[in-house]
Every structure is written in C-alpha cells, then in structure tokens.
Nanobody, 122 residues
C-alpha cells in the first residue's frame, strides 16, 4: 500500500523558515516525480514545487521561486520542502504527491498524502 506521510508543519512568524518532510513507502518511486501542493481555506489546491527522484530536476511555482527549495534523499525515500522568508499568504495545508512525470498539473498526481498545516503569523 502506497503511503505518503507529511510532517513539519507548524505555526511560524512571517519571515521565518520551516522544513517540511514527506516520507514515501509502499512502492518504488525512482521513476516518479514528487510534488508539493497547498490549499488555503476557500481556495483551490495549488502547485508549489516538484522534483524528479532520479535526476533531481525541479519545478517551482512563481510565487515561491527564490524562497522555497525542494530536495530529496533517495536512501530515505523522503522529499523535503525548505521554506524561507515565509509570508502570511503561505498559510495553507501542504500536501505531498507523486506523479509519473515532472509536472505542475494537479490531476496528473496519482498518490497523495494527508497534508500538514503551515500557519504563518504576522
């Protein structure tokens, strides 16, 4: 059974940093890409970042470029999202997901985690 388990979300002040983790299990993900999405109250789920397990190529939403960095640890089957210079508008539930290709398209992600709450206070 495929499992994606996110952790690391918490309350942080604006300008601060957080690192989210997503541990993957249940299958071989080497040919997949992993993505981070977020959903704020009353808004649609939106793409944040993605990375290929193998080559490590990354893709970022314009709203987080230069502030967020996605990385992976193949040995631990874990991906990370380092979030710096956090803003109030980054407040959302953050989801980890797996796709067969490096993409920002939500509907191409086939496995999803349960999410972790990130709250940025002013």
């Amino acid at each position: 059974q495929v499992q994606l388990v996110e952790s690391g979300g918490e309350l942080v002040q604006a300008g601060g940093s957080l690192r989210l983790s997503c541990a993957a299990s249940g299958r071989t993900f080497s040919s997949y890409a992993m993505g981070w999405f977020r959903q704020a109250p009353g808004k649609e789920r939106e793409f944040v970042a993605a990375i290929r397990w193998g080559a490590g190529n990354t893709l970022y939403a314009d709203s987080v470029k230069g502030r967020f960095t996605m990385s992976r640890d193949n040995a631990k089957n874990t991906v990370y999202l380092q979030m710096n210079s956090l803003k109030a508008e980054d407040t959302a539930v953050y989801y980890c997901a797996a796709s067969r290709g490096l993409t920002a398209a939500t509907n191409l992600y086939v496995y999803w985690g349960q999410g972790t709450q990130v709250t940025v206070s002013l």
